[in-house]
């Protein structure tokens, strides 16, 4: 996932595609528990997926404050 493609989408595509995010890191987690996980790096590129969309909703959020200012 590109930083630039998450910044052309809107912050409710954005809300959206975290869930799926987070829902997907939670069904990792319990692969790995129950030791059914192939790909581990997974983990790490959905955790970073995720930092990434939080990060362009705060800055998103921060640009339309900044704009009622």
């Given at each position: 996932?590109?930083?630039?493609?998450?910044?052309?989408?809107?912050?409710?595509?954005?809300?959206?595609?975290?869930?799926?995010?987070?829902?997907?890191?939670?069904?990792?987690?319990?692969?790995?528990?129950?030791?059914?996980?192939?790909?581990?790096?997974?983990?790490?590129?959905?955790?970073?997926d995720?930092?990434?969309v939080?990060?362009?909703?705060n800055?998103?959020?921060?640009?339309?404050?900044?704009?009622?200012?």
């Amino acid at each position: 996932m590109d930083a630039k493609e998450l910044r052309e989408q809107t912050p409710d595509q954005l809300r959206a595609k975290l869930v799926d995010l987070k829902k997907e890191a939670f069904n990792l987690r319990f692969q790995q528990a129950t030791s059914q996980l192939e790909n581990t790096a997974r983990m790490r590129a959905v955790r970073r997926d995720v930092a990434r969309v939080k990060t362009i909703l705060n800055e998103k959020a921060a640009g339309a404050a900044q704009a009622e200012a």
